[in-house]
């Protein structure tokens, strides 16, 4: 049976919103999210081995709850972090105005590609629930690729398929879904090899089954 227009409707629109909360929506958005992905963050910030002198990136990072520890395991280093949404970047300086006046944290709107950063400037990139929103032309993992050092680390968590096909939200205009060998595929396609990957299935909450990736560029 199909789904009436109007939930269709609304169900469009949660898809907007958690592509880049706007409006005022956004900040409860920020808020939700914040509380959905500190198990995401908590996995795929242990998978990225951040070290203190590491220059970590950061993209798509919605309200910044992250932000702060990533400051605290790379103390000698730097934290930059790049994110579409206007609300979340207000609220993420708001979150981590400390770090930020200390020249600890740099928060940056924009998009994923191109990045302004030359080629192996960073150490370790974080990406959570954030892949499903790039390019399909592969410009933003290309990118990733590109800014990450010879023997730099990459880390992501992403909600498997198999779950998001249940969601009614998971529009395919603002949704790509991963299943383990759908993400491989996307590394290898940016240049990172098989052998250097890791793909660990997690269950979480409410029956989701996530899956945290992580990556050694050679």
């Not at 899956?211 to 050679?218: E, F, I, N, P």
């Amino acid at each position: 049976m199909s789904m009436p227009a109007h939930r269709r409707g609304i169900w469009s629109a949660t898809g907007r919103q958690l592509r880049c909360p706007e409006g005022f929506f956004g900040p409860w958005v920020g808020r939700f999210m914040t509380i959905v992905n500190r198990q995401p963050y908590r996995l795929a910030v242990k998978a990225l081995e951040v070290q203190a002198s590491d220059r970590v990136l950061e993209l798509g990072f919605g309200a910044g709850r992250s932000l702060a520890r990533l400051c605290r395991l790379a103390a000698n280093g730097k934290v930059v972090a790049i994110e579409h949404s206007e609300a979340m970047l207000t609220m993420a300086r708001r979150k981590n105005r400390r770090q930020i006046a200390a020249g600890r944290l740099d928060l940056q709107a924009g998009r994923f590609s191109p990045l302004e950063f030359p080629e192996g400037f960073f150490d370790r990139i974080l990406l959570v629930n954030v892949i499903y929103f790039f390019d399909r032309a592969g410009r933003d993992i290309a990118e990733c690729y590109r800014v990450l050092r010879s023997g730099g680390r990459i880390a992501m968590y992403a909600t498997d398929k198999e779950t998001m096909k249940r969601w009614p939200f998971c529009e395919e205009e603002n949704h790509r879904i991963f299943g383990p060998d759908d993400i491989v595929e996307m590394l290898a396609s940016a240049g990172f090899m098989r052998d250097d990957m890791t793909v660990e299935p997690v269950p979480l909450p409410f029956g989701i089954r996530g899956l945290v990736v992580g990556a050694t560029k050679r």
